[in-house]
Nanobody, 125 residues
Framework: QVQLVESGGGLVQAGGSLRLSCAASGRAFTSYAMNWFRRAPGQEREFVAR????????YYADSVKGRFTISRDNAKNTVYLQMNSLKPEDTAVYYCAADPYTSNGPRSSGAMNYWGQGTQVTVSS
């Protein structure tokens, strides 16, 4: 089992920044690639970013590319999502998730083994 706990969400004005954290406990953190997904009101959950277990490869949704950065600190069992130049359309509940695949590229939500409870991000215009 892996337990994931997100933090760092909140209310920010458009153009601002937030950094989300996801702390993992349980089984070996480095066994998993880590992901961020989000779900906006009335919409399906969508992929945001993924980082492989080593941190050497990252992938982003086109909607956040160039604005968001995913990173991980394996010594602290934590993955981060730095979000800059935030837009109102980034408003959503953000979830971190773990998948066991070593291949490169993004993964669908169905491939995730573990999920956090989510943290709300609200961007005002």
């Amino acid at each position: 089992q892996v337990q994931l706990v997100e933090s760092g969400g909140g209310l920010v004005q458009a153009g601002g920044s937030l950094r989300l954290s996801c702390a993992a406990s349980g089984r070996a953190f480095t066994s998993y690639a880590m992901n961020w997904f989000r779900r906006a009101p009335g919409q399906e959950r969508e992929f945001v970013a993924r980082i492989t277990w080593s941190g050497r490869s990252t992938y982003y949704a086109d909607s956040v590319k160039g604005r968001f950065t995913i990173s991980r600190d394996n010594a602290k069992n934590t993955v981060y999502l730095q979000m800059n130049s935030l837009k109102p359309e980034d408003t959503a509940v953000y979830y971190c998730a773990a998948d066991p695949y070593t291949s490169n590229g993004p993964r669908s939500s169905g491939a995730m083994n573990y999920w956090g409870q989510g943290t709300q991000v609200t961007v005002s215009s």
